[in-house]
């Protein structure tokens, strides 16, 4: 994930009010950080002074212009759920928020933009147990938002491949340090 990116996320956490809870304890080996890739998400955990936080995250960029297109991160939020934000591309009409859907399902969800910042428009996120169970046996989440410019639905596509596999790990390693 790109400097701005991260800038945006962690923006994101502290505009929304998303809790980030950290867990005292330390990671395998006594190891400061860790990196993990499952499918096509990214684990990553960080000891810092005794203090664990760790995200799952998946960052998609164009490989032609080098942009990054939508990238998604997720925390424990402290009650058994994951919350976080969407880091959506500039040139969406940000009224209209965007829809959420699951596999080939109908979005079942429209989510608003709480603001826009050098990486990107946030959106953030806020999942339930099930909904972590639905996208653990999913194939794709589908992030549908308008152009501003031509008023035309963009549908992205988040590969949902390694998402049972990451949560997994990161609640391991999470209850492991209690």
């Not at 058994?80 to 596999?103: E, N, R, T």
């Amino acid at each position: 994930m790109n400097t701005i990116a991260k800038y945006a996320l962690a923006s994101a956490f502290a505009l929304t009010g998303i809790a980030t809870p950290s867990i005292a304890g330390s990671l395998p080996g006594g190891a400061s950080s860790l990196t993990e890739t499952h499918g096509s998400w990214q684990l990553n955990c960080v000891d810092d002074a005794s203090i664990l936080t760790c995200a799952i995250s998946q960052t998609q960029i164009d490989p032609e212009s080098r942009l990054q297109i939508i990238s998604i991160e997720l925390r424990p939020n402290g009650e058994s759920g994951l919350g976080g934000a969407l880091v959506m591309p500039f040139g969406l009409a940000l009224s209209k928020g965007v829809a959420i859907g699951i596999d080939d399902q109908s979005p079942n969800a429209t989510l608003g933009f709480s603001t826009c910042l050098p990486g990107g428009c946030i959106v953030p996120l806020g999942l339930d147990p099930s909904i972590i169970t639905a996208l653990a046996t999913a194939s794709v989440l589908t992030v549908t938002a308008t152009a501003s410019d031509t008023d035309t639905a963009i549908a992205l596509a988040i590969d949902l491949s390694g998402f049972s596999d990451v949560v997994t790990r990161m609640n391991e390693i999470l209850a492991n340090d209690e």
